[in-house]
């Protein structure tokens, strides 16, 4: 992983980078078609295939939808067509097992057969990207895409590919064919990209570390030790996820694209809906315009929309994988953003800002417990480990853990709020920042590689989803 990493810095993007500039407009979306096509085969070529199958399908069905859009019988069809492919290769690749492990429970069905296949990486993005296209094409709310190489590039394209953000093909339809770039993009570029590689590198895995330091002293963490511990995993999620975002608009803007931002300092959230308004906003949106509004939204009785409000979370749960843990914390946010529209909310609202705050955070924490631990009995032990005394406050190794790491996790919570953006937008007019942009972006590169080349752990949370 390290390894690939360094290649991919240092090697791969450079050189795309340079022969994109060096080819003519017209063709830089066929080359860029087949960066992306290396770039995912780099790990597993085979999976090419299947993002290919998923391109040459989708293109197709989006051609005959829109050809037949008079004929709402027959473009329904193909509509359902559409999604039933797209569906069925996420479904294949990434709930078979699942579902076979379920079957094999009914004595009738033992002998199924154990089913175990590798997860094409970003399958799940892509595919929903996919299926945006086919149900905006259905509304007529853009064109069918009449080149196929552009709307490869669009599916394909490596730098959100693998973790996000969620982009649209409506959003980018004008920049597939007509995009300008410019210094000043690609300069924005660069410091976005180096942003989110600094959260990954240097907070992420280092969170990362501090919290498998933590989770590996058992019951002798103690209570303390147990807060403490997923408060580490709560950052490590936070900056590994929008750190691969940033990297991606990062990535995107040096080649003409603007992508939608992803992450809006969600933990600065003081209501579990704010925090939903904040976290992963493209799948969130994702999910509002493609299931929660056609459900009927909010403007059903009450029993009906909060019908479409589990919905919603039962399946965002799902798609984050494919373990009952995911459903389960799913529904748990159901219930919690249930409970804020029509029983406490207009409460908490009246309540100090501190308080909320507070508030939101408990409940995002207890959240990722359930998300970490695909095993319920490891859930229960680690949720009894922070509501029990038993075990002590603080264990002697979680606390020597706790210590080492105080000075990063302090600056990992501040990093979490918008402070330090605030004070940079105040000052960064100066002539002195404008220099002192470009030192720390090369500083914090080179403390990055110095990072992976002395560390081998550098784990990609966001791979199974």
Known sequence: MVFSSLIFLFLYLPAVLLIYYIVPPR?????????NLVFYGWGEPVFV??????????????????????????????????????????????????????????PLLSMLPKIKLSLPIGISFY???????????????????????????????????????IVRYADIREQLENRRESINQFADGIRVFTVGLAKKVLIANQMGLFWESVKDCGNDMGTLGAWIGIAAYTLQIYFDFSGYSDMAVGLG???????????????????????????????????????????????????????????????????????????????YYFVLLVLEKYVYGKYLERLPSAFRHIYALFFVMIGWVIFTFESGSEMLDYFRLMFTPGNGVIGGAALSASLSYLPLGAAAVIACTPLGKNVWCKIKSTRVCGAAEIVLCAAALVICTAALVSDSYNPFLYFRF
């Open 27 to 35: 063709g830089r979306n066929v080359f860029l078609l087949i960066a």
């Open 49 to 106: 295939l299947i993002m290919a199958a998923s391109v040459v399908s989708n293109f197709i069905f989006g051609l005959l939808i829109d050809k037949y859009r008079d004929n709402k019988r027959l473009s329904k069809t193909f509509v359902i067509f559409a999604l039933a492919v797209s569906f069925g290769l996420l479904g294949a690749f990434k709930y078979a097992g699942f579902f076979a492990d379920i079957l094999r429970q009914i």
């Open 127 to 165: 595919t929903f990207q996919a299926v945006s296209y086919i149900i905006d094409v259905y509304r007529n709310d853009t064109p069918a895409q009449k080149s196929i190489v552009n709307f490869g590039t669009y599916i394909s394209f490596f730098p959100q590919l693998i973790a996000g953000p």
């Open 253 to 331: 803007r040096m080649f003409g694209f603007e992508f939608m931002r992803n992450f809006n300092y969600p933990y600065v959230s003081e209501s579990i809906t704010d925090f939903w308004r904040r976290w992963h906003i493209s799948l969130s949106s994702w999910f509002r315009d493609y299931v929660y509004i056609p459900l009927g939204g909010n403007r059903r009785k009450t029993p009906r929309v909060i019908f479409n409000l589990f919905v919603v979370w039962a399946l965002t749960g799902f798609w984050h994988g494919a373990s009952f843990n995911f459903i389960f914390w799913g529904v």
